[in-house]
């Protein structure tokens, strides 16, 4: 009996394995990418637009995009943008247009960019090859342009009932 117990709260459950290859072939189906790996909760495509796609299915599902590329083409920007719709449902165009600004500034800045379109929140930053060399990592090209899409959910405040607007409960 404790062997059981162990062993069903070590594996993730059934219907956790399922959700994740609906999103994954969600995701294959909105991008056009191919599915290069998945192992529990996490999934790796294989897309020509990025030098890294990957899905982590746990809550809330999120998508890492990675670039070696300091000015990726437009083609990474567009792949955003179609991940966004099958990940959150937001306007594919909104969230291209969002990723090509967020890594715009954060070209000009140096620092990680966030913003939001729709129901999607993106973070971008690009980092500089000379961050690589001092990592001792010149030869291994590391991603210089790197973005985490994640589904953006609105904070819904409730009244409480029975107070009036300066009441506190307690």
Known sequence: MLTAIALSAAAPPAWAADACDRLTARMIRATGASLA?????????????????????????RMAFGSRDREPAGAFFV?????????????????????????????????????????????????????????????????LTRCLLVRHRKTVLRRRAGLFGGAQAG
């Open 37 to 61: 790996g998945r192992e529990a909760s996490f999934a790796v495509f294989r897309a020509a637009d990025a030098d890294r796609m990957s899905l982590d299915c746990r809550t809330p599902a």
């Open 79 to 143: 792949l955003i943008g179609l991940a966004a719709e099958g990940l959150t449902g937001a306007k594919a165009g909104a969230v291209e247009t969002l990723a090509r600004d967020l890594h715009r500034d954060s070209l000009l800045t140096g620092l990680p960019q966030t913003g939001r379109a729709g129901h999607a929140a993106l973070r971008c930053e690009v980092s500089g090859q000379g961050l690589a060399d001092a990592l001792g990592l010149g030869g291994a090209s590391p991603d």
